[in-house]
Structures are given as C-alpha cells and as structure tokens.
C-alpha cells in the first residue's frame, strides 16, 4: 500500500538535491534511528579472549531491528536492504573487508559521521598509499594487509615512486599520533578508517556503491563541497572560491517560458475530466477483460516457450489462421481488430462483401503514408488523393464536407498530415457503423466458433500419482490461486476423482 | 494634524538613496516575478481543479476484486557477454531478441531463447544510453554520450562488418537518453539531456518535430500503444512527466507530483494511463482521463530508486527495476507488492516486457541481462505453477522451498517425488 516517504530537504529547505544524496539521507535517517537510545539497535562492548571490543552489535540485532521498525515481513529483504547499507558503508563487520550483512553473531559497528558518503568524499588515491603504508608501520596481527590491499600498494609505490619519501612522512607521522591514542579508541578509529577505504576502494569483485550514473553525476559534481583528502595532503577544495559554483539542476525560466507555462495551463483547466469513480471502473474492467491474454495469469496455448522450450505458440500466433482465443479480441474494441494485421485482413474481406472496402483501404493507406520517409510524401498524397478522394476517384470515400475542405487545402503544401481530418472522420465512420456489423456477422461468428486447430503437445497423462498431487493441492487452494485455467482443471479433477 | 517630520541625518539619506537605486535596479526582474507568480498561481488553480472529481482512491474501488497471490519469479535465461554496466535493453516484435547496450560502448543484438549473440557492434563512444529494435526486425537504433542517434541495418551475413552501414539520424546538443521507433522503421523519437524530445525521418535525418517544455534534462519516453495514437509522455529531471502531440509538438498534459528524477514512463496497455519510475523510490500511476496520479507504489522498505518499469499485458501487473538490484512486482489496482526478485549483483538500469507478455528480461550494472518469468513445477507430466511460499503441515504433503529443490510428497505415494525446477 502506498507509504509515505520521507521527503529529503537539503540544508537551505529546498528539495532540489541529487538523486544520491537523496538514498543517503534516507539511510541516515535510518541509521539515526538505529541509533536512538530508546528505541535503537543495544550497543555493547564485548569481552574477547584477551581483550575487549568495544562498541559493538551483531548481525541479527540489525535484522531483527530492521524487521520490527521498517515493517520488512521477509528475512531476506531486510539482509539485503542492510547489506545494501554496509555497502554504502553506514556499518560495516569488524573483521571483514566484505561489507555484507549476515545473519548472525558476527559483530558490527557503526561508522562515524565524518566518514558517510554524503560527505561528498572523492579520496585520491596519494591518501591511500599514505593509509596502506601507515598500515604496514603499525605492528598488529589485525592490521596485516590483505593480498589485494597489498598489490595496491605496491602498484602505487610504483605510480607515485617520486613522492613516495613525502608519502612515507606522512604514514610515519599518523603512525605517531595513533600510537599516542587511547587504546580502546584506537580500535574503533582504526576499524572506521578501513571501512571507509572498503568503502572506496572495495575488494576486487565487490560492487563500487560511489560509482554513479553519468546523467546525474554532473549534478552531483559540487566542487566546493566535494572532499578529496583525508589526510590533508592537497589543498581541500572546500573553501568559497568565486569559481566553484554550484550550477543550478534547473535551469531558470525566461519570460517566453513562463508565457508558455501559463498559456499551457489555463489550456489545461478548460480540459474535460472524468470522476475518478468512473476511472477506476475502466481501468478494473480492462484489466479483467484482458486477464486470460496475461501469460502472468493464464497459461498460454500449448504452452510459454520460455519454460517448455518449445516455440510452437509463437509459430501459431505467426500463421495466418487465428485461434479463437485471438478472434475473440477481436470484440473488445475497434482497435483490437486495426491492431491484428490478420483482424484487419477479415475485416477488410467483410467490408468487400458489403462493397464499402475503401474506407478501410483508405485508413490503410494513410497509415502507411505516415510511416514512409519524408522524401516519398509528397507522391503518395498525390496517389492517396486521385485514388480515394479526387472527384471521379476510382475508390471515391465519402467524407465531411469541413473535412474535405480542409483536405483541399492540405494538399497543397502535402505533408504526413495532410489527410489527418479525413483519417479520424473515416474511423469513427468506420467504428460506429462497419466495426458492430462486422461483430454480428456471421463470417465472423464463424472464426469464433472454429475449432482448435492444434492439440497441446504435451498433454499430460493423468497418473495415479498426479491425480493424488491435485486432490492435495485442492486442499490448499492458494496454491493455484492466480491462474484461472488451472482452477477450472482442478474442479474437472476433482470430480473426477470423488466418482473414482 | 502637524507632525513632525523626524530629522534626517546624512547618513540615512545616504543609506535612503542607495535604497532607492537599488529598487531601481531591480525593476526588469518584477516582470519574472509577476509572470511566475501567475503561473504558480495557475498551478495551483489546477491542482484544485484536478482534486474536485477525486471522489474515491484506485484501491478503495479494487478492494471488491480477489487479491492476487504472491507471485514467485524464476531467471529463465542469464545472457553474459558485455564488458561493463549494461544500460539498455529492448525487445524485438519476434518476442526472442533483443538488443542491448553497454558502457562499454558494444551494442549486442541477442536470440534470447538461445542466448546467442546475432550481432555486435562497437560504438565510438562509451555510455551507450538508448538503444531500439526497429518493428521490421532488421535494424536497432543507439547513441549516448555522443549526442546522436545512429541507425544500423542487421545484416544476414554474419560477415558483413555493421559499422560500415552506420546512419547517423539524430542529433542533439547533450547525451541521448532514450531512442524509440515509431510504428515503421522510417521514423525515430528521442530524448536528450538538453531538455528536449525530437521526431526524425531516417531516411534523410531530417527533423520532423521537435517537443520543448521540460525545464531539465529528458530521461525516458513511451509511444501511445493505440493504432490511432499520436502522443507520446516523457519523464525527465524537472521531475515531470508530459504528453506530447506529435503532430504539433505541443504538450498536452503535463504532472508534477514526483520528488526527483523520473528516470521510466511506460504507458498502461490501454493507453488511457501511464506508469512512472523515479529516483524518488516510488512508481507512480497518472490516469489521462482523470488527468491526475492516481496510485503511489511505495514501500517503507524500498529507499532506492527506480530506474524502469513495464506493465504485463494486461496492466494488472507493474514490474520495476531498482537501483538496490531488485525486481519489485506490484498489484496496479491494488496497490501492493505481490513479488520481490533478487539476482541481480548490482543496479537494475533497464527492463522490459517481452511483446506478448511471457517473460520480462532486465539489464543491470552487473553486465548481465536476465530474462524471467514465473516459476512452475513440473510433476508427473502436469504443469502445475508455484504462486504461495509457504510451508505446509508435512503430511499435506506440499513444502516449498524455492531456493532448492521443490518436493513433494505424500503418505499415499510410495516414494518422496523430488523435481528441482
């Protein structure tokens, strides 16, 4: 059912941010609850072997917190949705640099604000070589570098070989001031700072959550926001320089649009509108009507190719002998008949037989002219016209004089359109008289009644044991409950059965 | 009355002058301010207007109808081949290929019931947005960063090199986001992220319509379904979603109700309505008739956006691709989710309904492209469709666990009847 949900606002008030920052917000409004002291996820410090870890909650808090306050019924989505938010790195698992969610006692932390992603980070990649080297400094079991942290390094004290004494610096110097840190802060600062170059710089084979789509991307480009140093190696472009301005997503109006806008608007109130009661029931009754065409509902006829692996219903409905299935559509509506090349084919028969086909060839011809390129349209209006509307035309169609008018006048300078008038005044003509006594004609009742030209190859052999199958599943009807065919089958089945 | 005048020093009239003079300046921008008022002032007048024969919501008038079931969606076919984020996808009229484009600048044109590669083709740019199937079958239409849209004919001979055949149609001043055939293989729609759709004649690559009003970049666009038809709607940043005429050229509706982008519009298969997808993580359902939206499909759950939708054929179905890798299946009429997809390893960019309604086929940033559709059981020769998870008392004998095999069984039957689906 429909949720309202959060409306993102960016600082000034104005809910005008990128698509991103959009998603951010809303996970940090989550995180923001997990977080509450109340109603949050219970943070504890965990007594290990040797030592303590501090801060920490497990998977399954996360799950089950997830379950009981976003109102996730399924397990699975609330582990996807949190490893989703592990990925974008909002928590992250202490002991992994996969950032997944799992299901169980493994531990989590949150990360500290300073490290989200809407912070606009962009680190370069001369403040990770300073992470990588300052890891392999720091003497801990837990610190080791992984093989592919390890590869990076060595790729980057290739790439940067020339500043790599200036790199070296600054490791040892973080190096010195984490050394002076508490250690049970150390901890957590350390466990953050990886989990933000997960974040950046993923293992291999996990998905980049920074990388963006490029049609947004240059309204994500907000130079004086962006952050590309963690460190404090390159000059931080985040001061107010008068050449990085934030380019407007929208542009401004000018006087001749707003003149359009409020034209196109008042052009809109005169608009004739249907009560919504009314709508709805259309759109009900269609959906309906056309229930037994869904493949989602119905089984199609002999079977759908994508799951027997046999073509045979796409190479019926390409034969010109249509199925009654097909002819019953016919029915629906005047555009179901103009929409099935072999539905305009017996229409145009029927037409032949009431001696009034120039109408329909006329449409016909129209359509067609409209699909033609340009260079060839001004001929075919010239042959359109002496065929069917010239006086003396051989197929002589009987319009509206406005329209016929109107027509004399198009053709002239022709274009696409030329005929547009007398296209619409044959079509209704041709709806609202022909189309009804096609329905009711006995050619096309016919159609209707025809037998079933293909027996479904792989009819199935009622066995003893599939006969049992049904009669189980009778018993839990919400098995079947979409597809109608099937229900009607087992009802058949099921009478069967109680005579046996 | 006397009063008097307070005393002015020369200070306040310095400051009163350079008041006045600034008031002065500002003169040219009143004639904005008084025309966006109006407008805004309209706008709301519509709005209004709109509301008054909103007697009764979508899913109030569907509670008289069953609730579907929920719905189990199994990949039928995983197509592997492109090298970087796949970013579009469409079917062919034959309802077997498709056409897909990468990132990576290849365009493939698959037979997805085999999973064969018929052709491909290297575009000169990478980010390749849009792409088309022509209604013939013999030709796709794509273009992307490179601000055009080029037509290649599909050649029988698996030789012949396609690039050379390159028709370049379309031109704009920013990357192409969507491309559409209309009814031939004569004509192309397109929309651009400089703000505007265009109508072009491929032949010459003559312009033959061009459709302004979005105030931002133009994301999607659908062709009316009807034989008669001759409006397309548009989505795009400014968050707003038009009808166009495109005879005229002139927008016809216009709707405004979405936070953000709206990056797919899709019409409802009888053309009277359209559904949208947006970063705003809802898809949206704006009736023609009504002139207004009419449904929010939305969950608490589902904070990532949309990034394209489709209908089944009969429009009781609304499938959406999502940028947190899933496939969410919504009930239109009723307004709830009735299936969830995973699969995918990241986002959903693109996804489309096959032309007769038997399977969706979904395009993602993992690379791949999956074809879906329901899952069914086969047992004992009769096909019997999987649509509750749940799990029943054992000896009613039907447990489903649909990430496994499928079994069922039954005191009466001698052997435990195993079929992995």
């Known amino acids: ?500 | 009355k006397n009063r008097q005048l307070p005393l002015l020093s020369s200070a306040n009239l310095v400051f009163l002058v350079e008041m006045a003079a600034q008031e002065v300046a500002s003169q040219p921008s009143d004639t904005l301010t008084t025309l966006k008022t109006e407008s805004e002032t309209l706008k709301t007048k519509l709005e209004e207007e709109r509301a008054k024969l909103h007697d009764v919501e979508l899913h109030q008038v569907a509670e008289k109808i069953e609730a579907l079931g929920q719905f189990v969606m199994k990949t039928r076919r995983t197509l592997k081949g492109h090298g970087n984020k796949v970013l579009c996808m469409d079917w062919c009229k034959d309802k077997r290929r498709i056409v897909s484009s990468s990132q990576d600048g290849k365009v493939i044109v698959w037979d997805a019931f085999t999973t064969n590669k018929e052709h491909a083709v290297t575009m000169p740019c990478t980010w390749v947005m849009a792409c088309a199937y022509a209604p013939s079958g013999c030709a796709v239409a794509c273009g992307g960063l490179d601000n055009k849209c080029s037509v290649y004919p599909l050649s029988l001979d698996k030789n012949e090199n396609l690039a050379a055949k390159k028709k370049s149609v379309a031109m704009h001043t920013n990357y192409l986001s969507a491309c559409c055939f209309t009814n031939s293989d004569m004509q192309i729609l397109t929309s651009s992220g400089d703000g505007t759709c265009a109508l072009w004649d491929v032949e010459s690559g003559q312009m033959l319509q061009s459709f302004h009003g979005h105030a931002a970049d133009v994301l999607c666009l659908d062709l009316a379904p009807s034989e008669t038809g001759n409006t397309f709607v548009s989505g795009g940043c400014d968050k707003k979603a038009c009808v166009w005429d495109m005879r005229t050229g002139q927008c016809i509706q216009s709707f405004e109700t979405h936070e953000s982008d709206i990056n797919s519009v899709r019409y409802y298969p009888s053309g009277d309505a359209f559904a949208s997808g947006s970063d705003d993580a809802t898809c949206r359902l704006y009736d023609l008739r009504a002139d207004r939206e009419v449904a929010i499909y939305s969950k608490e759950s589902i904070i990532f956006g949309t990034s394209s939708v489709d209908f089944s054929l009969s429009g009781r179905l609304l499938f959406g691709g999502y940028n947190d890798y899933t496939i969410n299946v919504w009930d239109v009429l009723k307004g709830t989710r009735v299936s969830i997809l995973f699969g995918h390893e990241n986002r959903v960019s693109t996804l489309r309904v096959s032309p007769d309604g038997t399977a969706f086929c979904s395009g993602s940033w993992d690379h791949t492209l999956r074809v879906s559709g329901q899952k069914y059981l086969r047992l004992s020769g009769v096909v019997m469709k999987v649509s509750h998870l749940f799990c029943l008392s054992p000896d009613l004998g039907l447990n489903v666990d649909w990430n496994s095999d499928v079994s069922l069984f039954s005191p009466q039957l001698d052997s435990r009847i195993t079929r992995r689906l």
């Open chain 1, 1 to 500: 059912m429909a949720q309202p949900s959060s409306c993102a606002q960016s600082s000034n008030g104005v809910a005008d941010e990128s698509p991103n920052m959009l998603v951010y917000r809303k996970m940090e409004d989550i995180i923001a609850r997990m977080q509450d002291e109340k109603n949050g996820i219970p943070i504890r410090t965990v007594k290990s072997f040797l030592s303590k870890i501090p801060s920490v909650f497990s998977g399954s808090d996360i799950v089950q917190w997830m379950q009981k306050n976003l109102n996730i019924e399924d397990q699975v989505e609330a582990l996807h949705l949190g490893t989703l938010m592990a990925a974008h790195g909002y928590f992250f698992p202490i002991s992994d640099h996969v950032l997944t969610l799992k299901e169980d006692g493994t531990f989590y932390r949150f990360q500290t604000p300073y490290f989200w992603p809407s912070n606009c980070w962009e680190p370069e990649n001369t403040d990770y070589a300073v992470y990588l080297c300052k890891r392999t400094m720091q003497n801990k079991a837990r610190l080791e570098l992984a093989d592919y942290e390890a590869e990076s390094l060595a790729r980057l004290q290739r790439a940067f070989a020339r500043k790599w004494e200036f790199i070296f610096m600054q490791a040892e110097a973080q190096a010195k001031v984490d050394k002076k840190r508490d250690k049970i802060e150390r901890k957590i600062l350390d466990s953050q700072e990886r989990a933000f170059w997960d974040v950046h710089r993923p293992v291999p084979g996990c998905v980049n959550t920074t990388e963006a789509d490029i049609k947004k991307s240059s309204r994500m480009k907000q130079p004086h926001k962006t952050r590309k140093s963690v460190y404090g190696l390159q000059n931080d472009i985040r001061s107010h320089s008068p050449t990085h301005t934030v380019t407007p997503e929208v542009k401004e109006p000018t006087e001749d649009e707003l003149h359009d806008q409020i034209q196109h608007c008042q052009e809109q109130l005169d608009r004739h509108r249907l009560k919504m009661s009314k709508v709805a029931e259309s759109l009900l009754s269609f959906a309906e009507q056309y229930l037994e065409y869904d493949p989602f509902f119905t089984t199609p006829e002999p079977s759908n190719p994508w799951i027997s692996d046999d073509v045979t219903s796409w190479e019926l409905e390409a034969c010109k002998e249509a199925g009654q299935q097909r002819v019953k559509r016919w029915a629906f509506c005047f555009d179901e008949v103009m929409k099935d090349p072999v539905g305009r084919e017996q229409f145009l028969k029927f037409l032949e037989s009431e001696f009034s086909s120039e109408n329909l060839r006329f449409w016909l011809a129209v359509q067609e002219l409209k699909k033609r390129p340009i260079r060839e349209v001004p001929t075919r209006v010239q042959e359109i016209w002496e065929e069917f509307l010239a006086p003396g035309a051989p197929s002589a169609i009987n319009v509206d004089s406005r329209s016929y008018d109107k027509t004399t006048q198009n053709i002239k300078d022709p274009g696409r359109y030329a005929f547009q008038d007398a296209q619409e005044h044959i079509y209704k003509l041709m709806k609202s008289d022909s189309y009804s006594r096609f329905i009711r004609s006995s050619a096309y009742q016919e159609l209707l009644q025809a037998k079933k030209k293909v027996q479904p190859q792989n009819r199935p052999r009622h066995t003893h044991a599939s006969l049992l199958c049904m009669k189980f599943a009778l018993n839990v009807k919400m098995v079947f409950h979409n597809d109608i065919k099937i229900q009607r089958e087992i009802k058949m089945f099921h009478s069967l059965l109680s005579r046996t």
